[in-house]
């Protein structure tokens, strides 16, 4: 399967079994084949396979860390950290990755550990 990465995400492919727990069933991701999208491309990129949308980088619970925000209002955020969440090296980063969010009309968010719940202050 042929994944879409941003560039920021390229250089932790391979690192990613490294994450999953012994005996859990993976596939590994390898960094072959894959659609590298840079976020300032991904609008016109989503566009052409239907989805009405931006890739936008939100680094915070790591630097590779990327959501996806439809013109609906929809924000899936992956690993992005709920700022009451941030650690102190993160404390800046997180709200600065929250606030793109906001910025890009995000209403409603799909967290990757989490609840769906409106996006208000977080």
Not at 15 to 27: A, F, N, R, W
Not at 34 to 43: G, K, Q
Not at 73 to 96: K, Y
Request: overall charge negative; proline content about 7%.
């Amino acid at each position: 399967m042929r994944l879409i990465v941003t560039p920021e995400q390229v250089g932790s492919i391979a690192g990613m079994k490294t994450y999953i727990k012994k005996g859990e069933p993976y596939t590994e991701i390898t960094s072959d084949g894959n659609v590298v999208v840079p976020c300032d491309e991904s609008r016109a990129f989503l566009a052409g396979i239907g989805i009405a949308g931006v890739i936008v980088h939100t680094p915070g619970h790591s630097d590779d860390s990327v959501s996806l925000v439809l013109d609906i209002g929809a924000a899936f955020t992956g690993d992005l950290t709920h700022p009451s969440l941030a650690s102190e090296e993160s404390a800046v980063t997180v709200p600065e990755s929250w606030a793109k969010l906001r910025a890009l009309g995000a209403t409603t968010v799909y967290a990757g550990h989490g609840p769906v719940r409106p996006m208000g202050d977080g």
